[in-house]
């Protein structure tokens, strides 16, 4: 049967398929982080639905829930109506938000994906503005409609300008650290201090907390704060990009928590919905200035998404599962970091919580800038991906070279689990370095 599917499946799919050419498995059952598929062959999933699972697949509370409203009869199309589960949802979203939002925060609901998100985001910011301008990062990933692509870095119309996002392995200053993210902060300053610039008074900013698929790029704490600082200052709005990195994944609950900054609008996807399509943007109360339906949707109201979503965030925020992923997180990627010095193709290892890169690079290949690290290497972490299927590890491939294995395992893997994921991530590495 996996065979038959997987040849219709080649044959009829657009040639935009994406993960179903890296991983030709046919998943028929799943729970935690275990996948079957059709030939029974097993995997460890550590791609979790692009980061979205962060109970595991079929966690039982999220089945749970979803029956609940299958059982209660309740209608399971409403558009934006109220509901005792928007309800239940909004509740339990509100109990988790940033200390700066709680309490003065509106919630608008998108749909159904990220991307729809960060375009609410993007128009929300240039309405309260009346400003056009967005400012976003390089190596950002937000989305793939044409607002959400160009602040990725893309074309279309809304005008974006990209600033260096900072990181150490390769640091656009060609200094990382302290002094790095300073000098990246110093740019973004005088860039809106330049009147010949163009960009002196933008809508907005955009950006996310760690960049995901970026490669795995955790922002410095410090300069969050600077960046914050400098949009403060300039009473420019500025939009977290969660949709990855919240509900637990870094280690704290929103990523933003970190470095303690506020944003203005937080854009939150994937987890969110406990595994079914959600999204939504939240924001301060005073930044509410739509006129009614100036942002509408006819999937904005998925009673089983809500259902799912409050009972995955009521489950992470009560067992303490971003602090789980804080400390977890930081063992894997210490034992991961061993990797740096026994295989010189391992560039960096990387992450924040339960998002975690590991670079690969041609140590053969000189940098492109001088001093700097060896040339990305996409074909290895390539190569890595398919040891690490073989061997019966799901992951995900990122960075802005396609040069970074990703591991997004759900808040839920267990130690023994954990070790089982870096061993034979280990041994992928070990084989693909031979
Ligand atoms: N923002 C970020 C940070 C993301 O990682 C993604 C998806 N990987 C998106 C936006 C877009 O979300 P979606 O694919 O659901 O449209």
Redesign the pocket.
């Given at each position: 049967a996996q065979e038959g599917i997987l040849r219709r499946q080649s044959a009829r799919e657009s040639a935009a398929r994406t993960y179903a050419r890296a991983l030709p498995i046919v998943p028929v059952r799943a729970r935690g982080l275990t996948i079957e598929g059709a030939d029974g062959s097993r995997y460890l999933d550590c791609l979790s639905g692009?980061?979205t699972l962060a109970l595991g697949h079929n966690h039982p509370v999220v089945l749970e829930a979803i029956r609940k409203v299958l059982d209660s009869g309740a209608p399971l199309h409403v558009l934006d109506l109220a509901t005792p589960v928007k309800d239940a949802f909004t509740t339990e979203l509100f109990r988790t938000l940033p200390p700066g939002l709680a309490g003065r925060a509106r919630v608008q609901f998108c749909g159904p994906?990220?991307?729809?998100?960060?375009e609410a985001a993007l128009k929300l910011v240039r309405t309260a503005t009346g400003r056009n301008g967005i400012l976003a990062f390089t190596g950002?990933?937000?989305?793939?409609t044409e607002g959400?692509l160009a602040a990725s870095g893309g074309a279309p119309d809304v005008r974006v300008t990209r600033l260096p996002y900072p990181q150490d392995y390769r640091c656009p200053f060609g200094v990382g650290g302290e002094r790095g993210a300073e000098l990246a902060a110093r740019w973004t300053q005088s860039l809106l201090d330049d009147t010949k610039s163009g960009v002196t008074s933008p809508a907005g900013m955009i950006l996310?907390p760690v960049?995901?698929?970026g490669g795995v790029i955790p922002a410095r704490d410090d300069w969050m704060r600077r960046i914050r600082e400098i949009t403060a200052a300039r009473s420019i709005p500025l939009i977290a990009?969660?949709?990855?990195?919240g509900v637990g994944r870094t280690g704290t609950f929103w990523a933003v928590e970190h470095s303690g900054v506020t944003p203005d609008v937080m854009?939150m996807?994937?987890a969110i919905g406990g595994s079914l399509?959600l999204?939504v943007v939240v924001y301060r109360d005073d930044l509410d200035v739509w006129e009614p339906g100036a942002h509408a949707g006819t999937f904005r109201g998925n009673q089983i998404a809500m259902a799912a979503g409050a009972a995955t965030l009521a489950y992470v925020r009560e067992n303490g599962l971003a602090e789980r992923a804080a400390a977890l997180g930081n063992r894997m990627i210490g034992r991961l970091r061993a990797l740096e010095s026994d295989f010189a193709c391992v560039g960096e290892v990387r992450g924040r919580g339960l998002m975690i890169g590991v670079e690969f690079v041609d140590p053969e290949k000189p940098s492109a800038t001088p001093g700097g690290p060896p040339s990305a290497a996409p074909e290895l972490a390539a190569a890595v991906q398919r040891e690490c299927l073989r061997r019966g590890l799901i992951v995900e491939l990122g960075g802005r070279h396609a040069d970074v294995v990703r591991l997004l395992p759900p808040l839920t893997i267990t130690d023994e689990q954990a070790t089982a994921v870096l061993d034979r991530l280990a041994d992928a590495v070990a084989e693909v370095a031979k």
């Open positions: 692009a980061g994906a990220g991307t729809d998100a960060v950002a990933y937000h989305g793939m959400a996310e960049q995901g698929e990009d969660e949709v990855q990195t854009v996807s994937k399509p999204a």
